[in-house]
Nanobody, 121 residues
Framework: VQLQASGGGLVQAGGSLRLSCAAS????????RAWFRQTPGKEREFVAA????????TYTDSVKGRFTISRDSAENTVYLEMNNLKPEDTAVYYC???????????????WGQGTLVTVSS
């Protein structure tokens, strides 16, 4: 499974961005998908996940009500719609595919390359 992330950029606080993560390879529809983010000097943190089949979505508390994770009907591409962005959302965002966990996150088996999101104040 290969994952290709795109959509990052520079946006002012309060603005919006949509990230995309396209999957290719065998069995990509078998995996749940998620977004993580990382800032310099910090560990990569979970942002949002969507269970395979698309019925269940989960979010870290800091993005609830502002971010929405979704996937297309073919379960190829996963999106992260980010609204009302804040400077603290600035990070490199990574998409991942793996098994859905009981805590609502995923155990990543595959990673995409990161895409940088910068939110200016």
């Amino acid at each position: 499974v290969q994952l290709q992330a795109s959509g990052g950029g520079l946006v002012q606080a309060g603005g919006s961005l949509r990230l995309s993560c396209a999957a290719s390879g065998r069995f990509f529809s078998s995996y749940s998908r998620a977004w993580f983010r990382q800032t310099p000097g910090k560990e990569r943190e979970f942002v949002a996940a969507i269970k395979r089949g698309g019925g269940t979505t989960t979010y870290t508390d800091s993005v609830k009500g502002r971010f929405t994770i979704s996937r297309d009907s073919a379960e190829n591409t996963v999106y992260l719609e980010m609204n009302n962005l804040k400077p603290e959302d600035t990070a490199v965002y990574y998409c991942a595919a793996g098994s859905f966990l009981l805590n609502g996150q995923i155990a990543p088996k595959y990673w995409g390359q990161g895409t940088l999101v910068t939110v200016s104040s």
